[in-house]
């Protein structure tokens, strides 16, 4: 099993900044890929960023490529997903995901994730 626990959302103005944190834990050594999606009221389960669990390549959604940079500690097991010029449009819930197989071209297909988190609300005001 691996756990996820996300922390560091909150209410913040448009045009802030915001640093979410993932942790992970349990059979950390299964992990292959882990992603932050995000899911506003009464819309899908949106890909955001996606990175390899042993380094390399980071991939980011189109909506917030720019303003978004994922990154991982590997010492502490945990990945952060910093968020600048926030927009009130990126108000959502966001989830971390773990993927214990090689999906990197299914990185943005919620099902092919085999553990979540249970989210922080991030809420951008205008």
């Known amino acids: 099993q691996v756990q996820l626990v996300e922390s560091g959302g909150g209410l913040v103005q448009a045009g802030d900044s915001l640093r979410l944190s993932c942790a992970v834990s349990g059979r950390t050594f299964n992990v292959r890929f882990l992603s932050w999606f995000r899911q506003a009221p009464g819309k899908e389960r949106q890909f955001v960023a996606g990175?390899?669990?042993?380094?390399?390549?980071?991939y980011y959604a189109d909506s917030v490529k720019g303003r978004v940079t994922c990154s991982r500690d590997r010492a502490k097991n945990t990945v952060y997903l910093l968020m600048s010029t926030l927009r009130p449009e990126d108000t959502a819930t966001y989830y971390c995901?773990?993927?214990?197989?090689?999906?990197?071209?299914?990185?943005?297909?919620?099902?092919?994730?085999?553990?979540w988190g249970q989210g922080t609300q991030v809420t951008v005001s205008s």
């Open positions: 990175i390899r669990w042993s380094g390399g390549n980071i």
């Open positions: 995901a773990a993927s214990v197989g090689a999906i990197l071209s299914q990185r943005e297909v919620p099902d092919a994730y085999n553990y």
